[in-house]
């Protein structure tokens, strides 16, 4: 059966988008989709507990709470992973993304066909669909919030006119729609919030033509649904601490006004620049690809070709001057100029800008001599940007080919070197080329100040030296460790000073986790004395982590201290109440420490603690003073009143005895 001309010609459309989109169904899990996927759980069951922690936790939960609130991006990674079946394959969810940005072609279509024949909006359709820009928010996993957004920007767009176009109960109906389509936008991604701004827009535009019950209708649907959202959002994020963004992501947050402003506007200019030459893409852009100062004076230029464009398109095209400031519109949000975000730029944020530059291309392309010229014109850039398409979706197989094209496209990026090291790591161990690249990142941050620097790269990069194990390896390592120390002591005090920073806050316990890490490497150093130094900082610093405690226990051992080092382990149980601890107590014991007195019989064969043994009395009671000492540097009077009670009461320790050791 023969389709329709109607139909035949967007349907050429959407088969070669995905024609240039084919490979992306074989890709994996690359870049951020491990985190969002895999290694959420609330994607994992359709619960109701799940359904609550989405709606009720920002993007990035349970790994810290962020800025970022898109309940709908997460409940579609659910849908994908618990309601399809697609579990832990990304065929699905590649599949998915595809078919979101062939029904977002559709809409770019049928929006075209509002200003333009059929012919030009099928091209229109095909130059943005086919745009290798695009890739990062197709053939990644991760880039479903924009696919989700563009799609209800643009049907939303359709719905509003419809509902401006329809009377009655048909208009209630297409109002409806909009209201529930504006909402779902803006659950899938914040920016998605502009779509009454680019209705306002439009309907200044062509007021003489404006119904105003129908403008207002919409207008009402659309802010109904963006109050709903902010609601949502501000419950999730009660409590929470102003979003800060690291200089590491975006150099921007930390720039001067002008400064910032003029990045952001010369970042703009680079971003028009890869949609007329987007031979070198990349997945990153971090510090130090971008430096503001270096750039900022470009955007000058750039907003005065930005204001000669619009000033031209006012007087000459007024669907040119809608177009172009629709882009503008619905770049803002990600731009850095009203606000800082989490990245100084992202090829992500012109999947629905693009359009106007689709439209310009194939505006220019009506103006050859003949129609067979101009279809000439754009079928070759069509098949060239197609052709582009089909090489940068392969870029996103996975991280190793993520990491790779990364590391051409932005060389001067930290963490471009950064993820190809870890995906070079991931495959071969710390192979020689692993640690070049990481050596390559680390240069690049190694001139910033600590609250400007990246501790995660150098934490990273130190356990992949020490995983090399040779001692020229771990003294690296320890090298590393030391820096990245300086670094995470420096922002933790930041934090401190930071209002509305919870008290467990990651920022707090990172010292104490690298204090454990240099502990581990003095000891496969033998240098017992700073490997005991470094375990109690740990403990000390961090006296929750039952992980701490095994390891400030081991380095007692090592050096000789075994009682003390019952009386560490019994201070971590005291502190943790970890039952992985109290069995290491007995197996300490079951060791010789405490003379022969020390257990009992239990239950099933097992041994238990004798607290009549006079040697297991002394440690209970050392431990409780410790741990008392402990709670009262930690300003924890509370706490360390409860011990005291417990150790007088179920000890049997006298009041000396639980007084706590001189520091």
């Given at each position: 059966m023969r389709l329709p001309r109607s139909a035949a010609v967007p349907a050429l459309v959407l088969a070669a988008i995905f024609l240039a989109y084919l490979g992306s169904l074989s890709a994996g899990f690359a870049g951020d989709a491990r985190g969002l996927v895999l290694e959420d759980a609330r994607v994992h069951d359709a619960s109701a507990q799940n359904l609550d922690n989405i709606f009720s936790h920002t993007y990035w939960w349970p790994y810290g709470e962020s800025g970022?609130?898109?309940?709908?991006?997460?409940?579609?990674?659910?849908?994908?992973?618990?309601?399809?079946?697609?579990?832990?394959?990304?065929?699905?969810?590649?599949?998915?993304?595809?078919?979101?940005?062939?029904?977002?072609?559709?809409l770019v279509y049928f929006v075209a066909r509002r200003f333009a024949q059929s012919a030009a909006a099928a091209w229109i359709a095909a130059i943005w669909g086919l745009h290798p820009v695009l890739t990062e928010s197709v053939a990644a996993i991760a880039g479903r919030p924009d696919l989700i957004a563009g799609a209800c920007i643009l049907g939303g767009l359709l719905l509003y006119w419809k509902s401006v176009e329809s009377a009655g109960g048909a208009r209630i109906v297409w109002l409806c729609g909009l209201g529930l389509t504006t909402l779902a936008g803006a659950l899938a991604k914040e920016s998605a919030a502009v779509l009454p701004a680019i209705v306002l827009?439009?309907?200044?535009?062509?007021?003489?033509?404006?119904?105003w019950r129908g403008f207002a209708g919409g207008m009402i649907a659309m802010l109904a649904a963006l109050e709903v959202m902010f609601y949502l959002r501000g419950a999730a994020m009660s409590g929470l601490p102003?979003?800060?963004?690291?200089?590491?992501?975006?150099?921007?947050?930390?720039?001067?006004?002008?400064?910032?402003?003029?990045?952001?506007?010369?970042?703009?200019?680079?971003?028009?620049?890869?949609?007329v030459w987007p031979a070198r893409l990349s997945s990153d852009y971090s510090w130090a690809q971008i430096r503001p100062d270096a750039v900022a004076?470009?955007?000058?230029?750039?907003?005065?070709?930005?204001?000669?464009?619009?000033?031209?398109?006012?007087?000459?095209?007024?669907?040119?001057?809608?177009?172009?400031a629709a882009a503008i519109v619905a770049w803002l949000p990600s731009s850095n100029l009203l606000f800082p975000i989490g990245t100084i730029m992202a090829e992500r944020f012109l999947y629905?800008?693009?359009?106007?530059?689709?439209?310009?291309?194939?505006?220019?392309?009506?103006?050859?001599?003949?129609?067979?010229?101009?279809?000439?014109?754009?079928?070759?850039?069509?098949?060239?940007?197609?052709?582009?398409?089909?090489?940068?979706?392969?870029?996103?197989?996975?991280?190793?080919?993520?990491?790779?094209?990364?590391?051409?496209?932005?060389?001067?990026?930290?963490?471009?070197?950064?993820?190809?090291?870890?995906a070079l790591f991931e495959k071969e161990g710390p192979s020689p080329r692993a640690l070049a690249e990481a050596e390559r990142s680390l240069a690049i941050l190694a001139p910033l100040p600590p609250l400007e620097n990246n501790a995660d790269t150098w934490r990273r990069a130190a356990t992949w030296y020490e995983a090399k194990g040779d001692p020229a390896s771990l003294a690296r390592a320890l090298e590393l460790l030391e820096r990245c120390k300086a670094i995470v002591t420096a922002q933790a005090e930041a934090a401190r000073t930071r209002p509305g920073t919870p008290a467990d806050d990651p920022a707090f316990a990172a010292p104490a986790d690298v204090d454990r890490?240099?502990?581990?490497?003095?000891?496969?150093?033998?240098?017992?004395?700073?490997?005991?130094?470094?375990?109690?900082?740990?403990?000390?610093?961090?006296p929750s982590n039952p992980d701490a405690w095994r390891q400030y226990s081991d380095a007692l051992g090592v050096a000789g201290r075994v009682d003390d080092a019952v009386v560490a382990v019994m201070e971590g149980v005291m502190l943790t109440t970890d039952a992985g601890l109290r069995q290491r107590v007995v197996e300490l014991y079951q060791r010789g420490a405490g003379g022969g007195c020390a257990l009992l019989p239990g239950q099933n064969g097992s041994a238990a603690l004798n607290p009549a043994c006079p040697e297991v009395h002394r440690h209970l009671c050392s431990a409780a003073a410790r741990a008392i000492g402990l709670r009262l540097r930690a300003g924890r009077t509370d706490l360390a009143d409860q011990l005291r009670a417990s150790g007088l009461r179920d000890f049997g320790c006298d009041a000396a005895s639980l007084e706590p050791p001189a520091q």
């Open positions: 970022l609130y898109r309940p709908a991006t997460t409940l579609s990674y659910l849908f994908n992973y618990a309601i399809l079946g697609d579990g832990k394959e990304a065929a699905g969810y590649h599949w998915t993304n595809l078919l979101l940005h062939l029904l977002n072609a559709l827009l439009y309907e200044f535009l062509w007021r003489k033509e404006r119904r102003a979003a800060h963004f690291p200089f590491w992501d975006n150099p921007i947050v930390d720039a001067g006004f002008f400064t910032g402003r003029g990045a952001a506007l010369a970042v703009l200019a680079r971003e028009c620049g890869l949609l004076w470009l955007g000058v230029p750039a907003a005065l070709a930005a204001a000669a464009a619009l000033t031209l398109l006012w007087k000459r095209s007024r669907t040119g001057f809608f177009l172009l629905l800008p693009a359009i106007a530059f689709a439209a310009g291309l194939v505006w220019l392309a009506m103006r050859l001599p003949s129609a067979r010229a101009a279809a000439l014109a754009l079928a070759l850039v069509a098949a060239a940007l197609g052709a582009r398409t089909w090489v940068r979706a392969g870029d996103w197989s996975n991280d190793l080919t993520l990491g790779e094209s990364a590391v051409r496209a932005a060389p001067d990026s930290y963490k471009s070197h950064k993820l190809l090291a870890n890490m240099i502990a581990g490497v003095q000891l496969r150093l033998g240098n017992r004395s700073a490997a005991l130094d470094a375990s109690a900082r740990a403990v000390e610093a961090d």
